[in-house]
């Protein structure tokens, strides 16, 4: 485990730094057991409308910010039903566009920015989704995911948005298009790409299969309010519950083969299984390991983080699914 990673996940498990989710414990259990089955099944992917605003010039990047009312609006407390996204476009021809997800406690753009300002020196543009229950989406000014209910709402309206914003590119642009995101970016991700009905980059990034373990055995462990779910005996009930959001629960998508499965040698955040799980699962999909830990590799490895995601647009349009 990187020492970076340790220390991050010591001030976690200390109240004074670090308001701990599921404080409010489980949720109603009913709604639980629909949500747990709901994770597993793909449905209709709703059309949305975007509204987008002015657009500026930052260097040679070009952003513009946009909102659509999300199609999971009626399952997310209303600070959270109005979706906000960033497109950013580099200057001169675009040869794809990448839709980055959110990864954990990721409130705002600024992070991804970075990762976008990068993959834009590919001449790839980014889509930015801001997560419901963070940012400007956040219900409260505290913890926002006070029960596992919120975390499985959070993640179930995430994929469907993040679907959904492709569908409407797709629609609009002839380029490939790809999906990423690093930690539950990545899971994330990798949710929308398992689920997607047309081929796609994917770029997952610290990407377990599942938030299951990285819930359950990583660092996070110390990020829970553990006495409001009954105790830390409850460590397999997590990992069941939370897994049930897994990507190994769908078919391996055609477009598997262009997957780039990009993760850090020494995370103390994300099981080494939960990475290999994927790779293994996904026929013709690529590990790549990079040197560091899970907040050292974010912090300083985001060139590798880009070319990773670069290269799977390389191998989608390699390939025969585009």
Known sequence: MHWLDRLAGTFTAIPWFYDPVFADGWGDETNLRRLEAGARQVGAVPAIDIVWG?????????????????????????????????????????????????AFNDHGFNTRMKLADRLAQHGIASLLLENPYYGTRRPTSGQPLRTVIDFFEMGAAAVLEGRS????????????????????????????????????????????????????????????????????????EIAATLGGASALNFPPPPHASSAILAAPAG????????????????PGSEMRWIKGGHASVLLWRKNELAQAIADSFDRLRRGSEF
């Open 165 to 236: 914003i492709l569908a409407a590119e797709r629609r609009q642009s002839t380029t490939p298009l790809g999906v990423a995101g690093y930690s539950m970016g990545g899971n994330v991700a990798v949710l929308i790409s398992a689920t997607a009905s047309f081929p796609i980059a994917t770029g997952g990034l610290a990407a377990s299969h599942s938030p299951g373990p990285v819930w359950s055995e990583g660092l996070l462990t110390n990020a829970i309010a553990w006495e409001a779910l009954g105790g830390t005996g409850r460590k397999d």
């Open 267 to 282: 995370d103390g955040y994300i099981p080494r299984h939960a990475f290999e799980s994927l790779h293994a699962y996904w």
């Open 54 to 102: 002015p657009t500026t010039t930052h260097r040679n990047l070009h952003i513009t910010d946009g909102s659509f009312e999300s199609p999971a609006a009626a399952a997310l407390p209303p600070a959270s039903r109005i979706a906000t996204l960033r497109r950013v476009t580099p200057g001169g021809t675009s040869k794809g566009v990448c839709l980055l997800m959110a």
